[in-house]
């Protein structure tokens, strides 16, 4: 007997980029419910037997096994769902494109944001220096996306969802974005798929 999808996820957070991935594609998937601070689950299960890691997102897949880290999670769910269009099939450069600015959102905006998030007590030339390479990185997003309506084009796609989540982040605790990804911010709020996920995790658009 196979598990359902389960997506462990703490509101707001990163985990909400493969929250909407998996609407976007219309997979059939549960919600778990993570304390960070207490790291139990809804249920009151160690977090820890599902992810040693201690952090979220995990998925959890019909046959038990258990993917982490947001970048391949969201190259995960587009591949598994092709049809969904969610990134460039692999065997191309298009591809490796996609990825390096997948992975580029993942450790230079995301995990860019310690200083403000994680970091006990960080000095006031610490958060400086973090505060002035994130915007840094955030007009090289703001070039990549230039005039599109989405960073691969014209198409919703993982890359976005990421996007989504680290920009929203940003603003919430720094500055507002340029004028041309706070339009995308605002295009992307809109989506039936970013809607649902905002009403299940309890979130303010």
Same mark, same amino acid.
């Given at each position: ?45 160690? $977090? ?20 982490? =880290?947001?970048?391949?999670? %969201? ?18 450069? =298009? ?12 450790? =230079?905006?995301?995990?860019? $944001?310690?200083? @403000? ?21 955030? =007009? ?10 989405? $960073? ?11 996007? @989504? ?15 041309? %990804?706070?339009? $995308? %911010? ?20």
């Amino acid at each position: 007997m196979t598990e359902p999808l389960r997506l462990y996820y703490t509101p707001g957070v990163c985990s909400l980029a493969p929250h909407i991935a998996l609407r976007e594609a219309g997979a059939a998937f549960e919600l778990v419910r993570v304390d960070l601070r207490t790291r139990k689950t809804e249920a009151g299960d160690d $977090f820890a037997d599902i992810n040693p890691k201690g952090y979220v997102p995990a998925l959890r897949l019909a046959d038990g096994g258990v993917l982490t =880290e947001t970048a391949l999670l %969201l190259q995960y769910i587009a591949d598994t769902w092709p049809e969904a269009g969610l990134a460039p099939r692999h065997g191309g450069r =298009e591809r490796v494109r996609f990825d390096e600015r997948l992975l580029f959102i993942a450790t =230079e905006l995301h995990k860019g $944001f310690a200083p @403000f998030t994680l970091m006990p007590n960080p000095g006031e030339e610490t958060k400086r220096w973090a505060a002035q390479r994130l915007a840094a990185r955030v =007009e090289v997003l703001a070039r990549d996306l230039g005039e599109r309506a989405f $960073f691969h084009g014209e198409s919703f796609t993982v890359a976005d969802a990421y996007a @989504f989540f680290a920009l929203r982040t940003y603003q919430k605790l720094l500055a507002p974005p340029p004028p041309n %990804l706070a339009a $995308f %911010l605002a295009r992307v709020a809109e989506r039936p798929s970013v809607v649902a996920a905002f009403a299940a995790e309890g979130l303010k658009a």
